[in-house]
Nanobody, 116 residues
C-alpha cells in the first residue's frame, strides 16, 4: 500500500522559512512527477511546485523566487524549501505523486500558518 507522509509544517512569522518533506512508501511505479499543492481557507487546491523525472521544476507565479522544490528520485522523496513566507501562503500543503498510468497519490496534508 502506497503512503505519502508529509512533515515540516507549522507556524512561522512573515519573512520566515519552513521546509516541507514528503516521503513515499510502498511500491510506486511510473512516477511522472512529484510536487506540492496547497489549499487555503475558502480557496480551491492549487499547484505550488512540481518537478518531473528530468529535474525540471514548475512553480506557481506567487511563489517563484521564494520556494524551491527538490527531489530524490531513488528514494521517492520531495522537499519544498519555503523562504520569505507571507501570510497569504497560509494553507494546508499536500504532497502529490503524478503517475504515467493510474490515479495520483496524495498525502494527508500539513498545515502551514504564516502570521503577520
Amino acid at each position: 500500500q502506497v503512503q505519502l507522509v508529509e512533515s515540516g509544517g507549522g507556524l512561522v512569522q512573515a519573512g520566515g522559512s519552513l521546509r516541507l518533506s514528503c516521503a513515499a512508501s510502498g511500491s510506486i511505479f511510473g512516477i511522472k512527477a512529484m510536487g506540492w499543492y496547497r489549499q487555503g481557507p475558502g480557496n480551491q487546491r492549487e499547484l505550488v511546485a512540481v518537478m518531473d523525472g528530468a529535474g525540471i521544476a514548475k512553480y506557481a507565479e506567487s511563489v517563484k523566487g521564494r520556494f524551491t522544490i527538490s527531489r530524490d528520485i531513488a528514494k521517492n522523496t520531495a522537499l519544498l524549501q519555503m523562504n520569505s513566507l507571507k501570510p497569504e501562503d497560509t494553507a494546508v500543503y499536500y504532497c502529490n505523486v503524478d503517475r504515467v498510468l493510474g490515479p495520483d497519490y496524495w498525502g494527508q496534508g500539513t498545515q502551514v500558518t504564516v502570521s503577520s
